[in-house]
């Protein structure tokens, strides 16, 4: 938890009417609160924002973690109004037409002025007007250092008000708790017990939830993930396809389409135009080695987080294991683990994935988090 800083004062402007108006108390208005939960994932990000005290929610998006910025040259019109720095989608639509730069790797910032320009954008589309008051939760990787989080917070300077930075998986869990069934006896409470594997495109984040924000103890962040993948799967498909001209870009997708782990699956052949003519590429071996090494990566810190839990919650915990992420849409990974964690002796594991909306259960859970926080929880921003 980060420690309040002094509040900012407001000073009301003394009129230059002449008269007694000139004296007359200047009334102050509040600065509307708008509460914003933010996930700055390394390839896609999550924005989810309602006011205080309330259920509602006034932005919904996920975009592209990327900021371009338009090329010298270009022909007035190719970009509309202009513009010179293009975000998310629009960026990857102009791609021939802008540098493309990604303001986070390996979950971390990395690019601290394009973190700045992809958060002034965050704020333009909650707060249309920028005269609210911002308030925002942002998900960090597990066990996040503290410059990592310095970093974060020097980013959002001047750009949102107040905020408060909480570990992603401990997020991904009170995002994808069910409130209506908190108080049913069958229900399994992510919050109260389990296990999280959170697979992003930079870092895998695994973490004990027991009900109180995790410790240091709890958590464990392995810096494999989706690019990792991505960057296996594209040197394979080199080395068997020489100029296969695939870009990463290319890649990606047929990992999001196909992508497996578990005994090689055959034939599993996609046709790419390589030169302008069509070629067919046979991924089975390739996408089973790049998938199975993220197993071979996240299996270990798994087993170590299990023996670390108490052994009066361990069974209930073996039962709430979930993955949730981009990497959890990779085919069989639950089935994998699951087997894995039984051949090992493990009593009688279940291991699930978090489902479709595993995109914006970081952002739901951050602003759960933005909506329950006291006042003196959040970090006060001084532009």
């Known amino acids: 938890m980060t420690t309040a800083a002094p509040e900012k004062s407001t000073v009301p402007s003394i009129s230059a009417a002449s008269g007694a108006a000139a004296f007359a108390p200047t009334r102050l208005t509040a600065p509307k609160i708008m509460l914003l939960g933010f996930d700055l994932g390394t390839n896609k990000s999550c924005v989810l924002a309602g006011s205080p005290g309330g259920t509602d929610i006034a932005v919904s998006k996920v975009l592209p973690s990327v900021v371009g910025y338009v090329k010298d040259g270009i022909v007035d019109g190719i970009v509309a109004g202009n513009a010179t720095t293009l975000f998310g989608e629009d960026a990857l639509r102009h791609m021939l037409h802008v540098r493309l730069v990604a303001p ?70 009170l995002g994808f708790r069910d409130d209506s069934r908190v108080n049913q006896p069958n229900y399994l409470d992510p919050v109260v017990n389990s296990l999280f594997i959170d697979i992003g495109g930079g870092t895998s984040d695994l973490c004990l939830v027991q009900g109180y924000f995790p410790t240091a103890e709890d958590q464990i962040s392995v810096p494999y993930a989706g690019d990792a993948i991505d960057a296996a799967l594209h040197a394979e498909l080199d080395r068997v396809y020489p100029n296969n001209g695939l870009s990463r870009h290319g890649v990606r997708e047929l990992k999001e389409t196909h992508g497996y782990v578990g005994p090689s699956r055959k034939p599993i052949e996609v046709k790419v135009v390589m030169g302008g003519k069509a070629h067919t590429l046979e991924l089975g071996d390739a996408l089973a080695r790049a998938g199975n090494a993220l197993i071979e990566k996240i299996y270990p810190p798994l087993t170590r987080l299990i023996e670390r839990a108490s052994s009066d919650s361990v069974l209930a915990l073996l039962q709430n294991i979930v993955i949730t992420g981009g990497g959890s849409q990779i085919k069989g990974i639950d089935v994998v683990l699951q087997k894995k964690l039984a051949d090992d002796g493990y009593e009688s594991p279940k291991v699930k994935i978090a489902g479709q909306d595993f995109k914006r259960y970081v952002a739901i859970g951050a602003l759960k988090a933005a909506r329950s926080a006291r006042e003196n929880q959040w970090q006060v921003l001084l532009g």
């Open 104 to 173: 986070v790797a390996e979950g971390v910032i990395a690019d601290p002025a394009v973190a700045r320009d992809f958060m002034r954008h965050i704020r333009t589309l909650v707060d249309p007007s920028g005269q609210a008051e911002i308030r925002a939760v942002l998900g960090v990787p597990a066990n996040a250092g503290a410059a990592a989080r310095d970093d974060i917070r020097r980013c959002a300077q001047g750009i949102f008000d107040r905020v408060l930075l909480i570990p992603e998986p401990f997020l991904a869990a």
